[in-house]
């Protein structure tokens, strides 16, 4: 008996599936099994032997029983878990065809104004969007009640009731990362810091959050006159025509001394932009010589060092390049916006393969 409990025992562990399970029973304890045929061989023993082999052989029909149908559970268990390992599916995937992305036209333009800066030498910088108020305005020779803090529309965060530390801003400009990249790096240096900023502005080419590219090179001896070459070397570049017309306007900026707004001649004609042709001007750029108060609060010595910055308004560039009227649909979402004004995601500028096709 021991023989015949082992046999099936191994057999039942051994089944490869239900079928053969199911012929495993049958074989054993069926009606006809091995297991009915010993205890048909009941009736020929003495009482006393039937006493002992007819409660073992119960016992062995019950065994095996069990070891079956724990078996066809270990088997529904295992095909359960192969079906949900094969049919697996991403229920966060669009349900809708997929349909390929754009580039967005800043995404764009921040790319050709990089290679173009890259190429002069330039290296990228970052800061924050949220600006403590030292960075924002005083390193930058914006004190307290300066009138220049008006002028900027800030967005202020929250500070509790009675916490009367300045509060920090939404960054209204890209100036503060000179403050950040001349403290990490001093002087000399060259870089560039593209980003978005805040101004509570609303119009058909002003929108609260909208972009600009910070320009910064101290050196020992860098003048006013290689700013003026390095911005019209870049529009022409960044223009990709040769009839670019810029108007240096002097202006001033608490940061900068002396100090030039950058016009550049466009049409609106036909509600239409175009450049280098019509009657109009669009500023794209605030510029000057850094002031000697902001280097000192970098911590850069001005009597040893000099040089200029600008920022450039990217979304502006972004409407002039490519003729499109309105800024405010930049930001509104619309794929069919985004489909006509987007690049392919292929078509990476840099100054020898071309900055657009
Ligand atoms: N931060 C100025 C603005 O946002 C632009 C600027 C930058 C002007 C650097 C001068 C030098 O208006």
Request: hydrophobic residues 40%; charged residues 25%; proline residues 6%.
């Amino acid at each position: 008996m021991d023989d015949l409990r082992q046999k099936y025992i191994d057999a039942v562990a051994g089944a490869a599936d239900e079928s053969a399970l199911e012929d495993i029973r049958v074989q054993a304890v069926g009606k006809k099994g091995e297991v009915a045929l010993k205890m048909r061989e009941l009736g020929k023993m003495t009482p006393e032997e039937r006493q002992v082999m007819g409660p073992r052989l119960n016992a062995l029909k019950d065994e095996i029983n069990s070891a079956i149908s724990a078996k066809k559970s270990a088997l529904a268990d295992a095909a359960l878990d192969e079906r949900l390992r094969t049919e697996w599916l991403d229920v966060t995937l669009s349900g809708r065809p997929e349909r390929r992305g754009t580039i967005h036209p800043i995404s764009q333009v921040t790319e050709e104004i990089t290679a173009i800066f890259a190429d002069m030498g330039f290296s990228v910088a970052e800061g924050p969007q949220i600006e403590s108020d030292w960075y924002n305005f005083d390193a930058l020779n914006i004190p307290p009640h300066h009138p220049a803090r008006q002028e900027f529309d800030t967005f202020y965060m929250h500070r509790d009731a009675g916490d009367d530390r300045p509060p920090h801003v939404l960054r209204t400009h890209t100036s503060p990362v000179q403050i950040r990249a001349l403290e990490a790096h001093g002087a000399p240096i060259r870089v560039i810091a593209p980003g978005r900023v805040y101004r509570s502005d609303y119009d058909q080419t002003h929108t609260p959050m909208f972009h600009q590219v910070e320009g910064l090179a101290i050196d020992k001896d860098i003048s006013m006159a290689n700013l003026k070459w390095c911005l019209e070397e870049f529009c022409r570049a960044f223009f990709e025509v040769d009839n670019v017309e810029l108007r240096f306007r002097a202006s001033h900026f608490p940061f900068t001394e002396p100090s030039a707004e950058v016009d550049l001649r466009c049409s609106w004609a036909g509600g239409q932009l175009k450049v280098g042709e019509g009657d109009d001007w669009m500023e794209i750029l605030g510029s000057g010589m850094v002031h000697p108060k902001v280097l000192q609060s970098a911590g850069v010595d001005p009597d040893k060092w000099q040089g200029f910055a600008f920022g450039l308004g990217i979304d502006r560039l972004a409407m002039l390049k490519y003729g499109i009227p309105d800024l405010r649909a930049f930001f509104d979402s619309d794929l069919r916006w985004l489909r006509h004004y987007g690049f392919s995601a292929l078509d990476v500028p840099t100054m020898r393969g071309g900055l657009s096709r």
